[in-house]
């Protein structure tokens, strides 16, 4: 007598299917801290506390959304995401056994109350553990790290109070028991896996395998009962949220606001692949040059015009003669005209001073001498280190000859009297550019050689 051919199980997942699902819930807690950590940058009145206790408020936001996938789909969020369910093992045959009674076979295998909390157990209080743990580790390396052969461990004193114990016991487990435990945790699990795909065993998890569970595929009695019990229509979650009678039964009332919240776990399901595909795009977007590519072709149309300065004061500098003719305005010779930078605060001019011709030599801008003890400033120009100082300082003599009311070498300032309500002095700035020195004088670096 032939014995039976094995009956092959639809609804068991492939290995790739469950890696996929764990890769992504292990995705989610660094995306939203990431998100969280950028919005705490830009408003951190709000975010901050959020964002002292983000394991604590996930660990939370867990139990609640998972709390109810468990018990109104049997899976968790992202096991439901890739239409996966959660159903308990049995020693029967239930490939042979779902094809004539589907309906006793789903209700026999759905998850009880015990299940449920261990499953919870397993998605919220172990990674909430690990993700502890494992941060305790980076700061216990990190200070071996920086600390180096003085890093030591001191024994527990006699007079240690309680909490120096814990912490020191923590210490402990965190430098000596933890490490060798996760990876232990993790080749049981990559054992498990193997099992699982060569058909060693019916779940991929050795927690899962411990507290006798498996994962599957949803079959068409799991869809047809979630769109039931999603349509309104009397379930065992839904059945006890019946209006009496004369209860109002607008927007605000009980039965209302009793069902808003399922709604909203609900529609996680479909902002959860929009978020997905929102990062994808955002990935690839940065990733490649078709933003820059647009920027460039948008801009090649572009006619723009020199900018032009209202209020700046321009001078023609000695040596050099404009002359006109019929023709219009042309140079008899080299004609350079300097306009005064002006200042963004105040509008008013900046005291400048022009660059040495190239034919001096290397000459400091401010005195026009040879370099004594050459200085850069941030901008790139050298300079005598005691002229750029005191210019930065406000205290240069060209400068306060020319605020009281002198004539500048360079040809700034033709009113009389005092420049101080119409002209900036250069204080905190470049002597030839004006712009900010950040720092100060303790932004200028000496040239050595």
Same mark, same amino acid.
């Given at each position: 007598?032939?014995?039976?051919?094995? !009956?092959?199980?639809?609804?068991?997942?492939?290995?790739?299917?469950?890696?996929?699902?764990?890769?992504?819930?292990?995705?989610?807690?660094?995306?939203?801290?990431?998100?969280?950590?950028?919005?705490?940058?830009?408003?951190?009145?709000?975010?901050?506390?959020?964002?002292?206790?983000?394991?604590?408020?996930?660990?939370?936001? @867990?139990?609640?959304?998972?709390?109810?996938?468990?018990?109104?789909?049997?899976?968790?969020?992202?096991?439901?995401?890739?239409?996966?369910?959660?159903?308990?093992?049995?020693?029967?045959?239930?490939?042979?056994?779902?094809?004539?009674?589907?309906?006793? !076979?789903?209700?026999?295998?759905?998850?009880?109350?015990?299940?449920?909390?261990?499953?919870?157990?397993?998605?919220?209080?172990?990674?909430?553990?690990?993700?502890?743990?494992?941060?305790?580790?980076?700061?216990?390396?990190?200070?071996?790290?920086?600390?180096?052969?003085?890093?030591?461990?001191?024994?527990?004193?006699?007079?240690?109070?309680?909490?120096?114990?814990?912490?020191?016991?923590?210490?402990?487990?965190?430098?000596?028991?933890?490490?060798?435990?996760?990876?232990?945790?993790?080749?049981?699990?990559?054992?498990?896996?193997?099992?699982?795909?060569?058909?060693?065993? @019916?779940?991929?998890?050795?927690?899962?395998?411990?507290?006798?569970?498996?994962?599957?595929?949803?079959?068409?009695?799991?869809?047809?009962?979630?769109?039931?019990?999603?349509?309104?229509?009397?379930?065992? @979650?839904?059945? #006890?949220?019946?209006?009496?009678?004369?209860?109002?039964? #607008?927007?605000?009332?009980?039965?209302?606001?009793?069902?808003?919240?399922?709604?909203?776990?609900?529609?996680?399901?479909?902002?959860?692949?929009?978020?997905?595909?929102?990062?994808?795009?955002?990935?690839?977007?940065?990733?490649?040059?078709?933003?820059?590519?647009?920027?460039?072709?948008?801009?090649?149309?572009?006619?723009?015009?020199?900018?032009?300065?209202?209020?700046?004061?321009?001078?023609?500098?000695?040596?050099?003669?404009?002359?006109?003719?019929?023709?219009?305005?042309?140079?008899?010779?080299?004609?350079?005209?300097?306009?005064?930078?002006?200042?963004?605060?105040?509008?008013?001019?900046?005291?400048?001073?022009?660059?040495?011709?190239?034919?001096?030599?290397?000459?400091?801008?401010?005195?026009?001498?040879?370099?004594?003890?050459?200085?850069?400033?941030?901008?790139?120009?050298?300079?005598?280190? !005691?002229?750029?100082?005191?210019?930065?300082?406000?205290?240069?003599?060209?400068?306060?000859?020319?605020?009281?009311?002198?004539?500048?070498?360079?040809?700034?300032?033709?009113?009389?009297?005092?420049?101080?309500?119409?002209?900036?002095?250069?204080?905190?700035?470049?002597?030839?550019?004006?712009?900010?020195?950040?720092?100060?004088?303790?932004?200028?670096?000496?040239?050595? #050689?």
């Amino acid at each position: 007598m032939a014995s039976p051919e094995p !009956v092959f199980d639809v609804y068991r997942p492939s290995l790739f299917e469950l890696i996929a699902t764990s890769q992504l819930q292990s995705l989610i807690p660094p995306s939203l801290h990431y998100l969280l950590r950028s919005a705490t940058q830009r408003y951190p009145r709000y975010f901050l506390r959020i964002f002292n206790r983000f394991d604590e408020i996930y660990a939370l936001l @867990s139990l609640l959304v998972d709390g109810y996938y468990l018990r109104t789909y049997s899976s968790s969020f992202v096991e439901h995401f890739y239409s996966l369910k959660l159903s308990r093992v049995s020693r029967f045959a239930i490939p042979l056994a779902a094809k004539s009674t589907p309906d006793i !076979v789903r209700e026999t295998l759905r998850l009880r109350r015990r299940d449920v909390h261990l499953r919870l157990l397993a998605l919220v209080l172990l990674p909430y553990l690990k993700r502890k743990l494992d941060s305790a580790l980076d700061i216990q390396n990190a200070r071996s790290l920086v600390q180096g052969n003085t890093f030591q461990r001191n024994d527990l004193p006699s007079d240690a109070s309680f909490t120096d114990k814990i912490a020191y016991w923590h210490n402990r487990f965190v430098t000596h028991v933890y490490p060798p435990l996760h990876v232990a945790v993790g080749a049981t699990t990559l054992l498990w896996n193997l099992l699982y795909l060569f058909d060693g065993t @019916s779940s991929h998890s050795p927690l899962l395998w411990l507290a006798g569970l498996r994962i599957q595929r949803l079959s068409q009695e799991d869809w047809t009962a979630f769109t039931a019990a999603e349509a309104g229509q009397p379930s065992n @979650s839904t059945a #006890g949220i019946q209006s009496r009678p004369g209860e109002p039964t #607008g927007l605000f009332s009980r039965n209302s606001l009793r069902r808003l919240g399922p709604a909203s776990l609900r529609s996680l399901k479909l902002a959860l692949p929009a978020a997905v595909f929102a990062l994808k795009f955002l990935e690839w977007w940065h990733a490649s040059n078709f933003a820059s590519q647009l920027s460039r072709k948008r801009n090649e149309d572009l006619d723009l015009s020199p900018p032009q300065v209202s209020g700046a004061v321009t001078r023609v500098e000695s040596g050099s003669r404009v002359s006109k003719d019929a023709g219009g305005e042309k140079a008899g010779s080299i004609s350079s005209v300097r306009a005064s930078p002006i200042s963004a605060s105040t509008s008013l001019p900046i005291l400048t001073v022009p660059l040495p011709e190239a034919e001096q030599g290397a000459l400091c801008p401010i005195c026009s001498s040879q370099l004594v003890t050459p200085t850069a400033c941030q901008t790139g120009y050298v300079f005598c280190y !005691v002229c750029i100082f005191k210019w930065i300082e406000g205290e240069h003599e060209r400068q306060i000859a020319f605020m009281q009311g002198g004539k500048d070498e360079a040809g700034w300032g033709d009113e009389e009297g005092d420049r101080s309500r119409t002209w900036e002095s250069g204080k905190g700035r470049c002597a030839v550019t004006g712009r900010k020195v950040l720092g100060g004088s303790g932004g200028l670096r000496r040239i050595m #050689g």
